[in-house]
């Protein structure tokens, strides 16, 4: 079966509780968000969000990705947070996003944003993985510029 990974990781100056609090405000996404323009939903492990998915200088995909991991941030150390789209079947094709916080020194976190693909249909993706590559860069640094110039 065919597999990709992206990874995209930028340094927020910034608290980790507070910049994973901006992540998961999902109402506020639409304000700084290029890459998913619009969530909903409730990170519970199990619950199905509601996901705008925008592709730099592509199209817009409407998902209702799987929660599949919450690891929340206030006083740890880290924070993670995975959620897994099918598309009909893991075989035919499976994304999961994931982003994976960390606090190398006092007040500056480490963000690490990434997609993991598999299945059959991988194959025909063709540029949908160099354009899901550039939303995620896109998307963190839009992420540090929103945690640096709210705390």
Request: hydrophobic share 45%; aromatic share 8%; with cysteine.
């Amino acid at each position: 079966m065919a597999k990709t990974e992206l990874r995209s990781e930028v340094e927020i100056n910034a608290p980790l509780a507070h910049v994973y609090a901006v992540l998961i405000d999902f109402r506020h996404y639409e304000d700084w968000n290029p890459f998913i323009t619009a969530l909903s939903g409730a990170l519970v492990v199990g619950e199905k969000l509601q996901l705008e998915l925008s592709l730099p200088e592509g199209k817009t995909y409407l998902l209702q990705p799987e929660v599949t991991q919450v690891v929340g941030a206030e006083g740890a150390e880290r924070a993670e947070l995975r959620w897994r789209t099918r598309f009909m079947s893991a075989s035919l094709l499976e994304a999961e996003q994931l982003f994976l916080l960390s606090e190398p020194r006092p007040g500056v976190t480490r963000l690490v944003q990434g997609l993991n693909f598999s299945g059959f249909l991988l194959r025909f993706a063709g540029n949908r993985l160099t354009l899901s590559a550039r939303g995620c860069v896109y998307m963190n640094q839009a992420l540090k510029k929103r945690a640096e110039s709210t705390r």
